[in-house]
């Protein structure tokens, strides 16, 4: 199994950032499609941002592009997802996702909605006001 751990979650003023930090055991030789979800009260859950963990392709929602940034650090088996340019309906509960994939098309297939991720961290509260 893969474990995932958030941090980094807080409160910010409108236009302050943030970093969200994931942090995963379990299958850490694997390549795997990471990311973020977030869902607020009385909203559907909105997939973020995406990395392949194998070569670093990345994929954002549009209403993220150009503010947001999802990385990796190999080493530590960690993403980060450095949120700037924060605006009030970024507020939400924030999750980590995971899913052991053999290639980067599977994480487009993931990051579409096409199939669903299997595992999942226990959130972190973004709030912007």
Request: aromatic residues 12%.
């Amino acid at each position: 199994d893969v474990q995932l751990v958030e941090s980094g979650g807080g409160l910010v003023q409108p236009g302050g950032s943030l970093r969200l930090s994931c942090a995963a055991s379990g299958y850490t030789h694997s390549d795997k499609c990471m990311g973020w979800f977030r869902q607020a009260p009385g909203k559907e859950r909105e997939g973020v941002a995406y990395i392949y963990t194998g070569g670093g392709t990345t994929y954002y929602a549009d209403s993220v592009k150009g503010r947001f940034t999802i990385a990796q650090d190999n080493a530590k088996n960690v993403v980060y997802l450095q949120m700037n340019s924060l605006k009030p309906e970024d507020t939400a509960m924030y999750y980590c996702v995971a899913h052991v994939v053999g290639s980067s098309g599977y994480c487009s297939i993931l990051s579409r909605g096409e199939a669903d991720f299997g595992y999942w961290g226990q959130g972190t509260q973004v709030t912007v006001s």
